[in-house]
């Protein structure tokens, strides 16, 4: 059987062997960054709810972990289409997935934007990670980059994910994401050194776009300026590490299990694009499948009007998952 809320699990960059779980079922998001894999964020809002039931969200994973016996994985990992503490079941999944993988630290994929919250704060602490984002400290590059909801503001969400720090005893992995001619600037790097230096995060993860974004706008920051951002932030970090993530391969141990049908690898490949571009070879990696059913596949869903190739960069058409 397929899955609509559990993807992967992917061999992540920055978490290893990783077993996704989407929070949001559709692109509800709190920004609509320029560099979003999703695409363009479909309801931008502040605004806190089910968006989909704990108790669905948890089913599923009981149900992945019972067909998948004996699967190496290094984090369960929260995060997805959107912002995952815009659910408010966010407690009970976090605590739900530790019950059934407690042998397995859960993750939580950020945009740091409800920190603000100390209820929310208190929800989040029970995870064993954290992974906040934060691209500039400067409004108008803040604005630029993640095109946030109104009343978002880069210091109330430094401020949160500092509060957030103050008392959480888990690690903590900032990531800053930079896009050329947007949020590279020198100014921004000096307020992020003051910042981490502040944080003192377990690492920073400074990136760049590796896959096509939401918007045009977007495009990869110059190699030599990620360096330097990496350098200076390692020096506020002393000790601690700033790198640069390991490319990342999508092949996971334990992805290929029982033999699919095609209208199950079908929805595999819907599923897993939805959440990031990949590749017909990313798909081949991921899936573990044959090179031939994944590109008959991906030829019938091209076919259907269901997905799009970009770039070699394969992704859904809207009407096929959001609308
Ligand atoms: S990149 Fe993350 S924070 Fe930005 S729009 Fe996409 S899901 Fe939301």
């Given at each position: ?24 079922g ?58 995952p ?48 984002s ?26 949160g ?54 918007y ?104 096929a998952?959001?609308?």
């Open positions: 059987m397929t899955y609509r809320y559990v993807f992967g699990p992917v061999r992540s960059s920055r978490l290893g062997v990783s077993l996704g779980l989407d929070l949001l559709r692109a509800v998001c709190s920004m609509d960054c320029l560099y979003c894999e999703v695409g363009p964020t479909r309801e931008l809002t502040r605004t806190r709810a089910p968006y989909v039931p704990a108790a669905e969200l948890l089913a599923e994973l009981a149900r992945w972990k019972d067909e998948h016996a004996g699967a190496h994985l290094d984090y369960v990992t929260l995060g997805g289409m959107g912002e503490c815009l659910n408010t079941g966010l407690a009970e999944v976090i605590a739900g997935a530790k019950r059934l993988f407690p042998d397995t630290p859960v993750a939580v994929l950020t945009n740091a934007t409800l920190l603000a919250d100390a209820s929310v704060r208190a929800e989040l602490a029970q995870a064993d990670a954290v992974l906040p934060l691209d500039s400290l400067l409004p108008e590059e803040f604005a630029r980059v993640n095109r946030p909801a109104p009343g978002l503001t880069p210091e109330a969400v430094a401020e994910i500092l509060a957030f720090a103050r008392t959480y005893p888990g690690k903590i992995f900032l990531e800053v994401l930079l896009l050329s001619g947007v949020n590279d600037s020198e100014e921004n790097l000096s307020r992020l050194t003051a910042f981490v230096a502040r944080l003192r995060p377990a690492r920073v993860d400074v990136t760049t776009m590796t896959r096509p974004g939401a045009p706008a977007a495009k990869a920051a110059d190699p030599a300026i990620l360096a330097r951002f990496r350098e200076a932030l390692g020096a506020a970090l002393a000790s601690r590490a700033v790198r640069e993530p390991a490319p990342e391969a999508t092949a996971a141990p334990g992805a290929a299990t029982a033999p699919l049908t095609p209208e199950e690898i079908r929805e595999i490949v819907l599923n897993s694009i939805a959440r990031r571009p990949q590749t017909a070879a990313d798909l081949r990696a991921a899936l573990a499948r044959p090179p031939e059913e994944v590109a008959k596949a991906l030829a019938e869903l091209e076919a259907d009007g269901r997905i799009v190739a970009v770039d070699g960069f394969y992704r859904p058409l809207r009407r998952r959001n609308d």
